[in-house]
């Protein structure tokens, strides 16, 4: 009922409009104080939310909690959702080993670290295995904000410190489910921890490639009909859809929250949908931060003044220095070790959501929950600081260690981030339990669908079961067929042939393939009919799907090449301009790519003269995922450029040839013999000299790329450069030749 324009008395407004107002009234005079003192907002945040709690009386409070605590949790959601939307799947696999080793280091060093810290202080066990987990997962979304108002989001470490969060957010979740079971049954159950962990594969898994497959192709089949309002209420419709899904198979909200965003993340609208959002989640979000700040009570500092100091401190310094060491293991450099390990100091929402579970099971303390609050906002305090200082610390650090160590971090660094070769046997491999992997899982999820929603549908009609096994094995022929038939790693599958010796290994491995079709075959039909019938109806099957083996064939590869469509959709978008429409008369678009033996590579547009030679334009190179339109004559070409000329049919010959007569004839070698390598100049008779006046060019067929200098690194150097003692110098080019120089 809509409130009357004017009334004799005053209108009684509902506590959540009060508070929400009271919320944003003390947020906002808190970040505008905070901006003027060119401090980040999220301490305002903070601060706001202290002010308005309960827990400060000299200001207006807040009446009802916890409707607080619902938007701060929508908050949440809409956070991780932009962060999805930012770090698509394909980022997030490029920081993947990195990420994973950081944040396992940390958790592990943290679990223990937390655990006998509560010994010491002689709290329960059940007490100090939750505080060993609260005290191991950052919070994503207080590194986010402070990301966002310090302004490094572009730096490289970033990446690492969201990968690492990613990782810590999945492993949080499955060391709750460890946690239920441990308080319940008050003992380990490492089959309940492993029956997870593939749950949460699994789902993971569905959700990336189901949703890849269809959420591209809507937005694109929808794409005329969108307005921003539209655009913005689907997108919001798709990401809390994941997030009931998410909640309903167990799951965190903000980890579906997350999960759509890295798959719109793969779409042309990626960009359009983060704009959008942006108000929204910072709305949210800023309510999720004063809540949190809503949670710190003055009382609860007093009297828990000396486990509050020393978590702090535990915190802190034991995230920044394991997180350290784990980004150093994973073969990351000194400097972008410290930043990732300085980011990751705080503790935030999963640590209030671990706390909570304690409290839901009582299994913990009435003052564990309190005292992880105050660790949590002090430390929400101190990460913009951190994150602020990173940089000189790290300088300083690199300058106080004793050379000879910084040194051998950075050849371990530096070997850990090289190329290293794999055997032929080893793609065979990969690709071939990728391939199962991939398509058991898929298989799987669709026998699933089928016997529980397809197979109930079914049962009232006569013959429903047949019906149903019948429609199912539609359904799964083409992936039935990828997983046993399909052609993977030919070339080097081809190679193992060659060798008679081979012959078996591979046959085994296609042989295990069609088992494991054939077996899920058997499930398949076992969920429908009794095992008699069964049977009858797998050699039905098995005949049906050899009838018809071009047909299913060529629905999979229109299925997989949606998929990959889908999937690459923001890479290729040049590729779909309407090159009619840029072609004057008779003239087109054709493309090109520049071979790594082309002499015109490292020459300039100009240099090569393709314009006055033959007739063409180069209206754009792709060099990755950058792309140059409308290049100048200054541009260069470089190996594996993709090129798109205009130009007539005889003139797109012309080129072609013109390419084909360009490439460097090549003496055959063997690969093993070029190789990247590092080497300490300590006593070689060219210290001194120039890296012209040493001849390494010359006599070793290699090319001086890398120099470390007085600890500064200098990449591609130039030939009149220096060489002194103690540089470590990276040369590439003959194997032999180079180490007997350097000898």
């Not at 197979?455 to 539609?474: K, Q, V």
């Given at each position: 009922m809509p409130l009357p324009l004017f009334t004799s008395t005053a209108v009684h407004l509902p506590d959540l409009i009060n508070d929400l107002g009271l919320i944003l009234v003390t947020a906002a005079i808190a970040v505008l104080v905070f901006r003027k003192l060119k401090q980040p907002l999220v301490l305002g945040y903070l601060v706001a939310g202290f002010l308005a709690s309960p827990n400060f009386n000299f200001f207006p409070t807040v009446k009802d909690i916890h409707s607080i605590e619902v938007w701060a949790e929508?908050?949440?959601?809409?956070?991780?959702?932009?962060?999805?939307?930012?770090?698509?799947?394909?980022?997030?696999?490029?920081?993947?080993?990195?990420?994973?080793?950081?944040?396992?280091?940390?958790?592990?060093?943290?679990?223990?670290?937390?655990?006998?810290?509560?010994?010491?202080?002689?709290?329960?066990?059940?007490?100090?295995?939750?505080?060993?987990?609260?005290?191991?997962?950052?919070?994503?979304?207080?590194?986010?904000?402070?990301?966002?108002?310090?302004?490094?989001k572009s730096k490289k470490f970033v990446e690492n410190v969201i990968g690492a969060l990613i990782v810590q957010d999945i492993v949080a979740i499955l060391m709750m489910v460890l946690l239920s079971t441990i308080a319940v049954s008050q003992q380990f159950s490492g089959s309940e921890l492993v029956k997870s962990l593939l749950k949460l594969f699994f789902f993971l898994s569905i959700w990336f490639i189901s949703g890849i497959f269809f959420i591209p192709t809507l937005l694109k089949k929808l794409k005329h009909l969108f307005t921003d309002e539209?655009?913005?209420?689907?997108?919001?419709?798709?990401?809390?859809?994941?997030?009931?899904?998410?909640?309903?198979?167990?799951?965190?909200?903000?980890?579906?929250?997350?999960?759509?965003?890295?798959?719109?993340?793969?779409?042309?609208?990626?960009?359009?949908?983060?704009?959008?959002?942006?108000?929204?989640?910072?709305?949210?979000?800023?309510v999720f931060f004063v809540s949190v700040g809503m949670l710190i009570n003055p009382d609860t500092l007093v009297e828990y003044a000396i486990p509050v100091m020393l978590l702090t401190l535990i915190t802190i310094f034991g995230q920044s220095i394991s997180s350290t060491i784990g980004t150093l293991i994973s073969g990351q450099p000194l400097k972008q070790s410290i930043q990732t390990g300085m980011s990751l100091s705080q503790i935030g929402e999963f640590s209030f959501i671990i706390a909570t579970l304690g409290v839901s099971l009582k299994v913990t303390s009435d003052f564990l929950y309190p005292i992880v609050v105050a660790v949590s906002a002090v430390t929400a305090f101190t990460t913009p600081f951190m994150i602020k200082f990173a940089t000189p610390t790290a300088e300083f650090i690199e300058k106080k260690l004793p050379k000879k160590w910084v040194k051998k971090i950075e050849l371990y660094s530096a070997n850990s981030q090289a190329i290293k070769t794999v055997s032929t046997w080893q793609i065979v491999i990969k690709a071939y339990l990728l391939q199962v992997v991939l398509f058991s899982i898929i298989i799987f999820?669709?026998?699933?669908?089928?016997?529980?929603?397809?197979?109930?549908?079914?049962?009232?009609?006569?013959?429903?079961?047949?019906?149903?096994?019948?429609?199912?094995?539609?359904?799964?022929?083409?992936?039935?067929?990828?997983?046993?038939?399909?052609?993977v790693a030919r070339e080097e599958v081809q190679e193992l042939l060659?060798?008679?010796?081979?012959?078996?290994?591979?046959?085994?491995?296609?042989?295990?393939?069609?088992?494991?079709?054939?077996?899920?075959?058997?499930?398949?039909?076992?969920?429908?009919?009794?095992?008699?019938?069964?049977?009858?109806?797998?050699?039905?099957?098995?005949?049906?799907?050899?009838?018809?083996?071009?047909?299913?064939?060529?629905?999979?590869?229109?299925?997989?090449?949606?998929?990959?469509?889908?999937?690459?959709?923001?890479?290729?978008?040049?590729?779909?301009?309407?090159?009619?429409?840029?072609?004057?008369?008779?003239?087109?678009m054709a493309n090109f790519t520049i071979s790594a033996e082309s002499d015109f590579t490292g020459k300039t547009l100009e240099e090569i003269k393709i314009r006055e030679t033959i007739g063409v334009n180069i209206a754009l190179i792709k060099r990755g995922e950058l792309h140059i339109y409308i290049p100048s004559k200054d541009e260069k070409l470089y190996p594996n450029d993709e090129i798109s000329i205009i130009g007539t049919d005889a003139q797109v010959k012309l080129f072609s040839d013109y390419l084909e007569e360009h490439k460097l004839k090549i003496e055959e070698i063997e690969e093993s013999i070029i190789a990247l390598q590092q080497f300490e100049l300590i006593n070689q008779w060219f210290i001194g000299k120039t890296i012209r006046e040493s001849g390494i060019r010359e006599k070793t067929n290699g090319l001086v790329v890398g120099v470390e200098h007085n600890g500064r690194r200098i990449l591609n150097p130039e030939s009149n450069l220096i060489m002194s003692k103690n540089d470590i110098i990276w040369v590439v080019g003959d194997k032999k030749k180079i180490k007997t120089f350097f000898e």
């Open positions: 929508i908050g949440v959601i809409f956070l991780l959702f932009s962060l999805g939307l930012e770090f698509s799947f394909k980022k997030l696999l490029k920081v993947g080993g990195t990420a994973s080793v950081t944040a396992l280091t940390q958790i592990v060093t943290m679990l223990i670290l937390g655990y006998y810290v509560g010994k010491l202080m002689g709290w329960e066990n059940m007490n100090c295995i939750f505080l060993g987990v609260i005290l191991s997962i950052s919070s994503t979304t207080i590194i986010l904000k402070a990301f966002d108002e310090l302004g490094v539209m655009l913005l209420i689907v997108s919001l419709a798709l990401c809390l859809a994941m997030v009931i899904f998410a909640s309903e198979v167990g799951f965190s909200p903000a980890l579906g929250a997350f999960i759509m965003g890295s798959i719109i993340a793969e779409t042309n609208e990626a960009e359009h949908i983060e704009h959008l959002v942006k108000p929204v989640k910072d709305l949210f979000g800023a999820a669709i026998i699933l669908i089928s016997k529980n929603f397809l197979l109930p549908l079914m049962d009232t009609f006569i013959y429903g079961n047949s019906i149903a096994a019948f429609i199912t094995l539609l359904v799964l022929a083409p992936f039935l067929w990828a997983l046993s038939l399909k052609r060659k060798n008679r010796k081979y012959y078996g290994p591979v046959i085994v491995l296609v042989f295990l393939r069609i088992c494991i079709a054939l077996l899920f075959i058997g499930i398949m039909l076992n969920n429908f009919f009794s095992p008699g019938i069964a049977l009858l109806a797998f050699v039905i099957s098995i005949i049906i799907i050899m009838l018809f083996p071009k047909r299913i064939n060529q629905l999979y590869h229109k299925i997989e090449d949606r998929f990959i469509t889908n999937l690459n959709e923001r890479e290729v978008k040049t590729k779909n301009i309407n090159r009619n429409n840029l072609s004057p008369w008779d003239g087109h």
